[in-house]
């Protein structure tokens, strides 16, 4: 199995694409690091499906990713426990949309903290432990509406994921030759997160997309594992769509 025994973090892996993203890897082998910032049960069903179906080795971990000191102690507790990070996952997200009007300066910063600030620390500290090893993948889950700007109520959003792009290719520079730093831009995905959406909105965005669907959670897996793989090697710096062709 292409990833026996390695160590892949994934942040924000209690549910959606995250926890799509953590079992794909342990069906190949990784050992798994879950965290969640909120969602302890959550957290805990993945560990036990991870368990059930794969046996391999598994932490959960708390954390909230946009402040330093959690991520440090975050990065001590995985490294005592494995010893090593092979894969870093960042997928942990959040948005509060509404419309321009009414977003608060409170509410813009928190997508801002979460969105991009956690994923300039968790590419900082995790990623320095990768070098200091001699090796290590890095892929950041961005959004296609980071690229092209789909409605003002998301502006934060779309900024952070924006954000998040330029951070992965400032990052793939600083760390290159060791670590391969990617992004992975989905687009309208079947999860949770979008459950509030109404059938008249689905059906417009789906009207939108090529593929006249949104995209199954195990859809970006594949996208992630590809680039954490060794069929992978010589890809750096690159910013992957895996939105059906929306229009």
């Given at each position: 199995m292409e990833f026996q025994g390695k160590v892949v973090w994934v942040t924000g892996s209690s549910k959606g694409i995250g926890k799509a993203i953590a079992l794909?890897?342990?069906?190949?082998?990784?050992?798994?690091?879950?965290?969640?910032?909120?969602?302890?049960?959550?957290?805990?069903?993945?560990?036990?499906e991870i368990k059930e179906k794969y046996q391999v080795e598994t932490l959960v971990i708390q954390g909230d990713i946009s402040k330093e000191e959690e991520v440090l102690r975050m990065v001590t507790e995985v490294k005592n426990r494995f010893g090593t990070i092979d894969v870093l996952v960042n997928n942990a997200g959040i948005s509060l949309d509404?419309?321009?009007v009414d977003k608060t300066v409170e509410e813009?910063?928190?997508?801002?903290?979460?969105?991009?600030?956690?994923?300039?620390?968790?590419?900082?500290?995790v990623g320095k432990e990768m070098q200091q090893q001699g090796q290590g993948?890095?892929?950041?889950?961005?959004?296609?509406e980071g690229?092209?700007?789909?409605y003002p109520e998301g502006m934060d959003y779309h900024a952070s994921k924006a954000g998040v792009i330029a951070l992965t290719k400032s990052f793939a520079v600083e760390y290159a030759p060791q670590v391969l730093v990617n992004t992975v831009a989905p687009g309208w995905v079947d999860t949770?997160?979008?459950?509030?959406?109404?059938?008249?909105?689905?059906?417009?965005e789906c009207n939108r997309?090529?593929?006249?669907?949104?995209?199954?959670p195990e859809e970006i897996a594949g996208m992630v594992t590809f680039l954490a793989s060794s069929q992978a090697s010589y890809i750096t710096a690159s910013?992957?769509?895996?939105?059906?062709g929306i229009r």
């Open positions: 794909a890897f342990a069906k190949e082998g990784a050992q798994i690091v879950i965290h969640y910032e909120k969602e302890k049960d959550k957290a805990l069903q993945v560990q036990q509404s419309r321009v813009f910063q928190r997508v801002i903290d979460v969105n991009l600030l956690g994923t300039f620390l968790m590419c900082k500290y993948r890095i892929i950041n889950i961005s959004s296609n690229i092209d700007v789909g949770e997160m979008n459950q509030e959406l109404s059938e008249e909105w689905k059906e417009k997309i090529l593929l006249k669907r949104f995209a199954r910013v992957f769509r895996v939105d059906g």
